[in-house]
């Protein structure tokens, strides 16, 4: 009998990749990848263990899909990903549903864990967190036929004091530009046209490989592949921001002009006790050069309140940051107090009802920053790649260059006849807060 198997992914998009990979390798050892839970005689829970919520929806997903031995098919539920690299005693001390383990460095040993899980034993395989990316490495994407992520390098060297990634994913592992190119390549011939490159610190690409910023070489290589129409970078560090990438996304005409630059703060006090690169002041001339070298660009950044001793004028200043710089897009966490991360040990712990009603207070400020933004691109006409189609309003839905997959807001597409997955050129006429509307323009 072929073993049922179902991949639950949890978390960002970089999990999804693991997922995909697992996927790939299950596939190719002829089991039959199924997408309803009640049929899987094997689950594999891909966890997140980024914050707080992420860990209880990885433990309460775990415990769901361990029910599925009484009520449903189930022989075997395996562990993967983030939660298990971070807490595999606790996990395997405390939850006897699950059957097997494999950590973040470990996904390519996926069929070894389950063949073991099925025989009644209880596999675990927690090594070194890294994951060696290759483009031989079998992959079922799940994203729709024209997008796809691609991991350009894994962990991370910056040692926030906030952050976890390093305990769970360890240290900066670029892949080689070869991989990189190759894969895209691969994903290309199968119809993608929209690659998001994706890494815990895309802009620090190629240090520790070739001694050098590779990102700029790397953004323009992917970009010549043929079939690829957009190249839109994720997670960009601020402190290694360079005047040549800089230089790359305002010239090169298929990386998309968007940058996803997470700040976390604007107060120089907390930056520091963070230790995040840099100060206010350089943050404000970076995003001043990147708006006079790319006006057209949309910056998103994501800030977390309630850090350690954030006082209320820290607060107050942070809202007038956020007021003064007008990002396109912003997202805000409330800090989160994570085992075994020196933020942890700090004084002056920020009540959470105090750290929500902060979060909530930026996005407040937020949703009238991107109203305004929005309303700038009315009158534009822009590339808008189409992704689906709502016959009861009879609009396509697409996404701009300035929009990520999942993250971003939408564009209303009417007054034509599309086709999904391709590139429609659009004028915009209308602004909703985080959405466009426009008309195909013949």
């Not at 390519?108 to 009644?120: F, H, P, Q, S, T």
């Not at 100060?279 to 994501?302: F, G, H």
């Not at 006082?311 to 800090?335: H, I, S």
């Not at 971003?408 to 050129?425: C, H, M, P, R, Y």
Request: with cysteine; charged share 30%; proline share 4%.
């Amino acid at each position: 009998m072929t073993e049922k198997v179902k991949v639950v992914t949890l978390g960002c998009e970089k999990n999804m990749v693991d997922s995909e990979i697992m996927a790939g390798l299950i596939h190719g050892r002829g089991f039959q990848l199924v997408d309803n839970k009640e049929d899987a005689t094997v689950i594999i829970v891909n966890t997140c263990g980024f914050i707080d919520a992420a860990k209880e929806e990885s433990v309460n997903t775990i415990l769901d899909m361990a029910e599925l031995k009484e009520t449903a098919n189930l022989k075997a539920l395996i562990v993967s990903g983030c939660l298990t690299q971070r807490y595999k005693k606790q996990l395997l001390d405390e939850m006897p549903e699950i059957d097997g383990i494999v950590g973040t460095g470990d996904f390519d040993k996926i069929n070894d864990i389950v063949d073991e899980a099925l025989r009644g034993k209880r596999p675990v395989l927690v090594g070194n967190p890294v994951f060696n990316y290759d483009a031989d490495l079998p992959r079922l994407v799940t994203t729709p036929r024209y997008t796809a992520y691609v991991k350009i390098a894994e962990g991370c060297d910056n040692a926030c004091t906030f952050c976890s990634i390093p305990i769970m994913r360890g240290s900066f592992k670029s892949r080689s530009m070869e991989s990189i190119v190759a894969e895209v390549a691969n994903l290309a011939s199968q119809g993608v046209k929209e690659i998001s490159l994706i890494a815990q610190d895309s802009t620090n690409y190629g240090t520790d490989l070739y001694d050098s910023f590779m990102l700029p070489t790397l953004l323009n290589k992917v970009s010549e592949v043929e079939g690829i129409e957009w190249v839109r970078l994720h997670y960009a560090y601020p402190g290694f921001f360079s005047d040549e990438l800089i230089e790359v996304m305002a010239t090169n005409p298929k990386v998309c002009k968007y940058i996803d630059m997470p700040l976390q703060h604007s107060e120089d006090s907390i930056l520091k006790r963070m230790r995040r690169p840099g100060r206010q002041k350089d943050t404000r001339e970076l995003v001043r050069k990147i708006r006079e070298s790319i006006p057209d660009v949309a910056l998103r950044t994501s800030l977390i309140v309630g850090f350690p001793g954030e006082t209320e004028e820290d607060f107050e200043n942070l809202k007038q940051f956020v007021r003064d710089v007008q990002f396109d897009r912003l997202g805000v966490f409330a800090y989160s107090k994570e085992d075994d991360t020196p933020a942890a040990r700090l004084p002056n712990q920020v009540p959470d009802d105090v750290k929500e009603y902060r979060a909530n207070a930026i996005m407040e400020i937020q949703r009238e920053i991107s109203n305004i933004r929005g309303g700038r691109r009315i009158g534009q006409e822009i590339d808008v790649l189409i992704e689906r189609y709502d016959g009861r309003s009879d609009v396509y839905i697409g996404r701009s260059q300035f929009d990520a997959p999942e993250i971003d807001g939408e564009v209303f597409v009417s007054n034509g006849k599309l086709t999904i997955g391709e590139l429609a050129k659009v004028r915009i006429t209308h602004s909703y807060e985080f959405d466009l509307s426009g008309e195909v323009i013949a």
